[in-house]
Structure formats: C-alpha cells, structure tokens
C-alpha cells in the first residue's frame, strides 16, 4: 500500500518516525458508501516508524509503502477465520449427529476461538510491529 506522510521525527539509527492518515476499505468516498464512516475516521492519523533511506526530514511530505503482504495475511484471519471455524464446528457437530442447539453452540464457539485468534494476532503483530513502512520518495512540495 501506497501512502503519503508526514515525517514528524528522525532517529539517530537513520529511522524516521512519520504520521499516516489511516485508511479505509471505502477510501473515504462517501457517496459511494454511504458516509457511514465519515464522522469516524476522517482525521484519524497514526504514527509509525518507517526505514528512511531517502533521508527526509521533519516536516517534508512523503510517499510511504508498506507491506501489503502482512496486512492481507491479517485480514485474513480477522474476517476468514471466525466464520471458518463457525462452520466447520456447526458441521462437524451435525456429521457426529448432535442436535440443531448443540451444534448452534459448537459454531458460537468456533466463531469466539477465531475471534481469540485475531486478538492474539493483532497483539502479536503490534509487538514486533510486523508491518513495515518505508519511505520511497520526498514529495517536492513537502
């Protein structure tokens, strides 16, 4: 993913530290979608450390990649995973002949093991920061 930041900060092991305003699925085309969203997340930023290898400067504007590859991964997990795990254990719970509420709370819980396994994620990938951001270029009007 491609983004344009802020640099707000430069470290002395050449990292900078840069704000990104977050993104979402909809690209804040409310017209689109509905503007649902809007109130939430328009000024919404995040700050991140990013590899600085273009040598920017606090206050330029620049353009950020990160890695599209982890993000996806996640994704996965976050939204696949718990419906996954929700019907395999409802139909598994039917195959093994259990009745229609036995097998409603199987799926509950399979959905509820997904969602434990996207939290765990979420807090393992904010401790190694396992998504990273690199700055590509310095915007000329930054």
């Keep these: 993913m491609i983004q344009t930041a802020k640099v707000t900060k430069v470290f002395e092991d050449g990292r ?3 704000t990104v305003r977050r993104q979402s699925a909809c690209g804040h085309d409310c017209s689109k979608c509905g503007g649902g969203c809007r109130e939430l997340m328009v000024s919404s930023t995040v700050a991140v450390t990013a590899a600085n290898p273009v040598r920017a400067m606090p206050g330029d ?3 950020v990649e990160s890695s599209t590859r982890t993000i996806l991964g996640a994704a996965v997990v976050v939204y696949l995973v718990p419906f996954l795990l929700f ?3 409802y139909f ?3 195959a093994l002949g259990a009745g229609g ?3 409603g709370v199987a799926g509950g819980l ?3 093991l997904g969602l434990g396994a996207a ?3 979420d807090r393992r990938m904010g401790r190694k920061q396992s998504i ?3 700055i590509t270029a310095i915007h000329p009007e930054g």
Excluded: H, K
Aim: aromatic share 12%; net charge neutral; proline share 0%.
């Design 16 to 18: 900078a530290e840069v």
């Design 61 to 63: 504007m620049v353009q």
């Design 87 to 89: 019907f395999g254990a």
């Design 92 to 94: 598994l719970c039917a």
């Design 101 to 103: 509420a036995v097998c």
């Design 110 to 112: 399979g959905f509820v």
């Design 119 to 121: 939290v765990l994620l």
């Design 132 to 134: 990273s951001f690199r």
